[in-house]
């Protein structure tokens, strides 16, 4: 491993992290905005305002970490934002399926 291929790969996990972490707080810190049924919604599109560029740096990330194993470090970091990126992906579906479905 180069160290300058190390340095960025940690730099976009960085970013990444930062992201992630900002879609759940955030959207706290945003007033709501709207009157009746819609009060409030500028709080989910701040969610996935983050969420969306978190999703992109994880497809980077896996990119980047394509080519080592699974046990090592760098190989887990780079696999980890997308295998969560996917359960949230997973978890908003059966909510709107469960929703529906009741």
Same mark, same amino acid.
């Given at each position: 491993?180069?160290r300058g291929s190390a340095i960025v790969f940690w730099g +976009?996990?960085?970013?990444? /992290? !930062?992201?992630f972490s900002a879609s759940f707080v955030m959207p706290g $810190? +945003?007033?709501?905005?709207?009157?009746?049924?819609?009060?409030? $919604?500028?709080?989910? &599109?701040?969610?996935?305002?983050?969420?969306?560029?978190?999703?992109?740096?994880? +497809?980077?990330?896996?990119? /980047? &970490?394509?080519?080592?194993?699974?046990? &090592?470090?760098?190989? !887990? !970091?780079?696999?980890?934002?997308?295998?969560? !990126?996917?359960? /949230?992906? /997973? $978890?908003v579906v059966v909510l709107i399926l469960v929703a529906r479905?009741?």
């Amino acid at each position: 491993m180069r160290r300058g291929s190390a340095i960025v790969f940690w730099g +976009v996990f960085g970013l990444w /992290l !930062a992201c992630f972490s900002a879609s759940f707080v955030m959207p706290g $810190l +945003v007033g709501p905005v709207g009157d009746g049924f819609t009060r409030g $919604l500028n709080r989910v &599109s701040e969610f996935f305002k983050y969420q969306i560029g978190a999703t992109l740096l994880a +497809v980077i990330l896996v990119a /980047l &970490s394509r080519g080592y194993p699974w046990r &090592s470090l760098r190989g !887990a !970091a780079g696999r980890l934002p997308a295998g969560l !990126a996917g359960g /949230l992906v /997973l $978890l908003v579906v059966v909510l709107i399926l469960v929703a529906r479905l009741q």
